[in-house]
């Protein structure tokens, strides 16, 4: 009897207790994550001592300035009035609680590819974070790009939404790299170069891009030797995003400085190699960023 009743409190504590495991589990997943997508970065006001991840900071680009958004669980100024479903339709779809469109400064064309359960992770972090009272600023855009009723017609020409489907042909570690170039990091949102409509040039994925977020000239990450990082090797760019150390010895700087330093420094060395298999694995696309600007009348806005 002794025996049967210690065993039936072994059992109510593992299931007591799985729960609580289980978000702690995911809680320190989610933190992994957001620091792995650079979002206090960007959620981040830091030039005017903005606290962490509400909102405000202004993001430069050829469109106007897009403000980011609180995502603390305030419930009047952040997302503390979001359900789980909410926070999943914003990243998988970038559709707000209110049914509005969100513009594509927000990466969902990226986010939409997380799992499920990064996905959770992500909104039980958050959920436990500090909440902090910070109204949202307004975008400051050009009239004709003030009405979010036209996103529609822009994601069905652009977004291509739906979570990371993995090659089965391929290593598990290539597939993680993928997994995080495409979905987590969202590299191609800054190195890939858009259309006049701010598409992306899919035939010239992480090719560079001359018009980047802040006025930033974005340089070509594929392969090709002579435009882009096809003289790294393999461990020149582990290296790199641990320390932003470049093979010739020079370092990272503006934007990239930042990501390094918040973001991919914090990564787990396996997850660093796998960004690196899967981005010296991609197709080599020549393409000189800084002649771009010259050579951009003569190209077709929209390959």
């Given at each position: 009897?002794?025996?049967?009743?210690?065993?039936?409190?072994?059992?109510?504590?593992?299931?007591?207790?799985?729960?609580?495991?289980?978000?702690?589990?995911?809680?320190?997943?989610?933190?992994?994550?957001?620091?792995?997508?650079?979002?206090?970065?960007?959620?981040?006001?830091?030039?005017?001592?903005?606290?962490?991840?509400?909102?405000?900071?202004?993001?430069?680009?050829?469109?106007?300035?897009?403000?980011?958004?609180?995502?603390?669980?305030?419930?009047?100024?952040?997302?503390?009035?979001?359900?789980?479903?909410?926070?999943?339709?914003?990243?998988?779809?970038?559709?707000?609680?209110?049914?509005?469109?969100?513009?594509?400064?927000?990466?969902?064309t990226s986010y939409?590819?997380?799992?499920?359960?990064?996905?959770?992770?992500?909104?039980?972090?958050?959920?436990?974070?500090?909440?902090?009272?910070?109204?949202?600023?307004?975008?400051?855009?050009?009239?004709?790009?003030?009405?979010?009723?036209?996103?529609?017609?822009?994601?069905?020409?652009?977004?291509?939404?739906?979570?990371?489907?993995?090659?089965?042909?391929?290593?598990?570690?290539?597939?993680?790299?993928?997994?995080?170039?495409?979905?987590?990091?969202?590299?191609?949102?800054?190195?890939?170069?858009?259309?006049?409509?701010?598409?992306?040039?899919?035939?010239?994925?992480?090719?560079?891009?001359?018009?980047?977020?802040?006025?930033?000239?974005?340089?070509?990450?594929?392969?090709?030797?002579?435009?882009?990082?096809?003289?790294?090797?393999?461990?020149?760019?582990?290296?790199?995003?641990?320390t932003g150390a470049?093979?010739?010895?020079?370092?990272?700087?503006?934007?990239?400085?930042?990501?390094?330093?918040?973001?991919?420094?914090?990564?787990?060395g396996d997850d660093?190699?796998?960004?690196?298999?899967?981005?010296?694995?991609?197709?080599?696309?020549?393409?000189?960023?800084?002649?771009?600007?010259?050579?951009?009348?003569?190209?077709?806005?929209?390959?």
């Amino acid at each position: 009897m002794l025996a049967q009743r210690h065993a039936a409190v072994m059992l109510w504590m593992a299931v007591a207790t799985a729960p609580a495991i289980a978000a702690d589990a995911d809680t320190q997943q989610g933190e992994y994550l957001l620091r792995a997508a650079g979002c206090a970065g960007c959620h981040t006001d830091e030039e005017n001592q903005g606290a962490p991840l509400a909102g405000r900071r202004a993001l430069h680009s050829p469109f106007g300035t897009f403000y980011t958004s609180n995502i603390t669980p305030d419930p009047d100024t952040g997302i503390g009035r979001w359900s789980e479903a909410d926070f999943v339709r914003a990243l998988r779809g970038g559709i707000s609680p209110q049914g509005e469109h969100y513009y594509p400064a927000f990466p969902y064309t990226s986010y939409s590819r997380l799992s499920d359960a990064d996905l959770r992770a992500l909104w039980t972090y958050l959920r436990g974070i500090k909440p902090v009272r910070q109204v949202n600023k307004p975008h400051e855009l050009p009239w004709y790009l003030r009405s979010r009723a036209t996103l529609q017609i822009w994601k069905m020409m652009f977004f291509e939404p739906g979570p990371f489907q993995p090659q089965p042909d391929k290593p598990l570690a290539w597939n993680r790299g993928a997994y995080l170039v495409n979905a987590v990091t969202h590299c191609g949102e800054c190195h890939t170069p858009r259309n006049l409509l701010g598409g992306f040039k899919r035939l010239q994925y992480l090719a560079g891009n001359p018009d980047g977020v802040d006025d930033a000239k974005v340089p070509n990450i594929t392969p090709d030797r002579e435009t882009g990082i096809g003289k790294w090797t393999e461990n020149d760019l582990v290296y790199y995003l641990e320390t932003g150390a470049t093979p010739d010895g020079d370092y990272a700087g503006d934007a990239m400085a930042d990501i390094i330093d918040n973001s991919t420094a914090h990564l787990t060395g396996d997850d660093r190699r796998a960004i690196a298999a899967y981005i010296k694995s991609l197709p080599a696309v020549e393409q000189a960023v800084k002649k771009e600007k010259k050579k951009k009348a003569k190209q077709d806005e929209y390959q």
